[in-house]
């Protein structure tokens, strides 16, 4: 079984700085999706960005991009010139991309990150 | 273009009562997931379903939980003879077709038993 971890509770950042959180996965797959989602007090699960396993060239969406070291299992977030509506729960989930019958289409999430950003 | 629609947004239920907590999927989408997010925890994946199946039912427990995903109307999560420890939020996501791996989320129910 897949298993996903962030050991880190709770980081702050200053506003227009950068952070990083960071997540380690356990997986004997070759082939998969990761995922970092952000969760606002509102609770709604909003996706930040993704990486394909199989792609060497880490993701990136504006402010947000991923160091992906697959022989590490390891895919930190990094936020640049973080802003004050960044404050949220950040999760990282895996994905497997054996998938041929929607079995293994599940999320495993790791318990989060609370993230909060200082005026 | 509505989203993924969970109802109610708060559920509050005495001991032993059932809930019913609703999720109707995206437009076009015919997969529902649902997901429990404990206090303090990540989410756990519960039950896949398609229209009229359940694909994968790992993560529910096997006592007191059901979901169905009929032809017409919403996919439902049922829990019977609540108890204390079931109180979480509840999450519901969609997609077109299992080989997405872009799913779109609700903003959950969250269920208080008192």
């Known amino acids: 079984a897949q298993t996903v971890t962030q050991s880190q509770p709770e980081m702050s950042v200053q506003e227009a700085e950068t952070v990083t959180l960071s997540c380690t996965y356990d997986?004997?797959?070759?082939?998969?999706?990761l995922f970092w989602y952000k969760q606002p007090p509102s609770r709604q699960m909003i996706l930040v960005i993704r990486q394909e396993a199989y792609k060497q060239q880490n993701a990136t969406e504006n402010r947000f991009s991923v160091n992906f070291q697959k022989a590490a299992k390891s895919f930190s977030l990094k936020i640049s010139d973080s802003q004050l509506g960044d404050a949220a729960m950040y999760f990282c989930?895996?994905?497997?991309?054996?998938?041929?019958?929607?079995?293994?289409?599940?999320?495993?999430f790791g318990k989060g990150i609370t993230l909060s950003v200082r005026p | 273009n509505a989203g993924v629609m969970q109802n109610p947004r708060h559920l509050v239920r005495r001991r032993g009562q059932e809930a019913r907590l609703r999720c109707s999927p995206m437009?076009?989408?015919?997969?529902v997931y649902w997901y429990r997010q404990l206090p303090e925890e990540g989410l756990k994946f519960m039950v896949y379903?398609?229209?009229?199946?359940?694909?994968?039912e790992s993560g529910m427990p096997k006592e007191r939980f059901s979901a169905e995903f009929p032809k017409e109307g919403p996919s439902i999560l049922r829990i019977q003879q609540v108890v204390r420890g079931d109180s979480a939020a509840y999450f519901c996501?969609?997609?077109?077709?299992?080989?997405?791996?872009?799913?779109?989320f609700g903003s959950g129910t969250r269920l208080t038993v008192v």
């Open positions: 997986t004997s797959e070759s082939d998969y999706y």
């Open positions: 989930a895996y994905r497997s991309a054996n998938n041929y019958t929607g079995a293994n289409s599940k999320l495993t």
């Open positions: 379903l398609q229209k009229e199946n359940i694909i994968d």
């Open positions: 996501a969609s997609s077109r077709d299992y080989s997405s791996y872009g799913y779109t």
């Open positions: 437009k076009g989408h015919s997969h």
